[in-house]
C-alpha cells in the first residue's frame, strides 16, 4: 500500500518547483472532478500526485528504465521522449511507492496521448494535467467549463485541441491519441 508521504517526499527530491506547483494543481483539479463524476477522491488524488513522477528525470535514464522492462512501445511513442515520462511513470509507482492499484498505475501511464477505451480516472487525470489552474493557453477556459460540465465532452474537445495543435506545429500524432479519439467520439452517445 502507498505511503503519501513518502511520495511526496521523493516528488520534492526528483521535481523542479514549478513542476510540484503544476502537480497541486492536478491534484486540485482530480479530486474536484472526481467528486462530481463519483471517483474514490484517494485514488485521484494518488494517480495525480505521482502523474509526473519521472518528468524531470534524464533521457538516457528513462531509456534504460524502458530497455531493462523489455517494453514494447509503438515507432512514434519511442522517437518522442517527452512521452516518456508517463511510460516511466507506473513503474516508479509499483516498484518505489509500491502502489498495485491497476487503475492508479493505468492513469498514471495514460496522461500525456490518452488510449482507446479509457476508465474515467484515466480520463479525469488526463483532463486535470490539462486544465489545472495553472495551464494558460487559448481556449483552455471552454475546456475547463466543458469537462466540469461532462466529463466525455471535455475530453473529446481536449483530443481535438491537442491534435490540432500537434497538426498546426507539423509534428506526429501518437497512435493511441487518434485510437483514444476514435474510441470516444464513436461511443459517446
Ligand atoms: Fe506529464
Ligand atoms: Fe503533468
Known sequence: MWDIDKIKAYLEENLTESRYIHTLGVI????????????????????????????????ETMRQIIEEHNIKLPYETLKTPELW?????????????????RDILNAMRWHTTG?????????????????????????????RKATFENLDKGFIMALNHTINYLLNKG?????????????????NK
Do not use: W
Open 115 to 143: 488510449r482507446e477505451n479509457m476508465t474515467t480516472l484515466e480520463k479525469i487525470i488526463y483532463m486535470a494535467d490539462m486544465i489545472e489552474p495553472k495551464r494558460s493557453f487559448q481556449g483552455v477556459e471552454e475546456l
Open 171 to 187: 509534428f506526429c500524432i501518437d497512435v493511441n491519441t487518434i485510437e483514444a479519439r476514435n474510441f470516444i467520439i464513436l461511443n
Open 28 to 59: 486540485e483539479t482530480a479530486k474536484a472532478l472526481a467528486s462530481i463524476n463519483k471517483i474514490d477522491l484517494e485514488k485521484a488524488e494518488i494517480a495525480a500526485l505521482a502523474h509526473d513522477v519521472a518528468k524531470n528525470m534524464n533521457i
Open 85 to 101: 515520462h508517463s511510460i516511466i511513470a507506473p513503474i516508479i509507482g509499483e516498484e518505489v511507492f509500491q502502489i498495485e492499484d
